[in-house]
Each structure stands twice: as structure tokens, then as C-alpha cells.
């Protein structure tokens, strides 16, 4: 099974960008799904999750400008971005964690610049 993500791109402050990492094919027993990202030399962080009950946390940072969604049918994730701000720039990448292995995705580019 591989991750595939995708969405990202340059969008100016206070702008909006919808993130989707699309499964090759089923992926049973998920704990949990999430969205990370990164900037160079710097560690992966977390930015949201969601858990096999269905609860979401977001990282402080994105709280009320991020919205994490899923699409079982469609074997999709979704991270909504708006009023985005030039400290969101990194690399985002989708991740499912099962109980026998951790799935990541390619990592999609998005850059927040005037």
C-alpha cells in the first residue's frame, strides 16, 4: 500500500489550500491517520490527527484554521488549510499508523509567500 499525496502549491497569506492523500488500496486496522510537516533541518511535527474513534487534536498552531477529514469510501484523507500564514510553509505528508505498520506518504510542497 503506498500513500500519495498531493494539494500543495504557493499560495499567498491569508489563502487557502486543501491537502489529499489518496491509499493504493485497503489498509486495515488503523490506529490512527495524520498530517505532518517539515521544513529543512528541521524535525517532522505533527499537525493533526485523527484516531480509529474518530476524535481529532490539531497542533496549537493550526487550531481553528485546519480541518482534518476522511473519506472511507474513497480511501482518502483531507487536511482543509485556510488563512494561511508564511510559518506554514514546509513539506506535508500524510501518515496512517496500524497495529503492524506506519504508512508515509511522498510529501507535498506547500509554500505561503506574497
Known amino acids: 500500500v503506498q500513500l500519495q499525496a498531493s494539494g500543495g502549491g504557493l499560495v499567498q497569506p491569508g489563502g487557502s489550500l486543501r491537502l489529499s492523500c489518496a491509499a493504493s488500496?485497503?489498509?486495515?486496522?488503523?490506529?490512527?491517520m495524520a498530517w505532518y510537516r517539515q521544513n529543512p533541518g528541521k524535525q517532522r511535527g505533527l499537525v493533526a490527527v485523527?484516531?480509529?474513534?474518530?476524535?481529532?487534536n490539531y497542533a496549537d498552531s493550526v487550531k481553528g484554521r485546519f480541518t482534518f477529514s476522511r473519506d472511507n469510501a474513497k480511501n482518502m484523507v483531507y487536511l482543509q488549510m485556510d488563512s494561511l500564514k508564511p510559518e506554514d510553509t514546509a513539506v506535508y505528508y500524510c501518515n496512517v499508523v496500524t497495529t503492524l505498520y506506519v504508512y508515509w506518504g511522498q510529501g507535498t510542497l506547500v509554500t505561503v509567500s506574497s
Open positions: 488500496g485497503s489498509i486495515f486496522n488503523i490506529n490512527a
Open positions: 485523527i484516531s480509529s474513534g474518530g476524535s481529532t
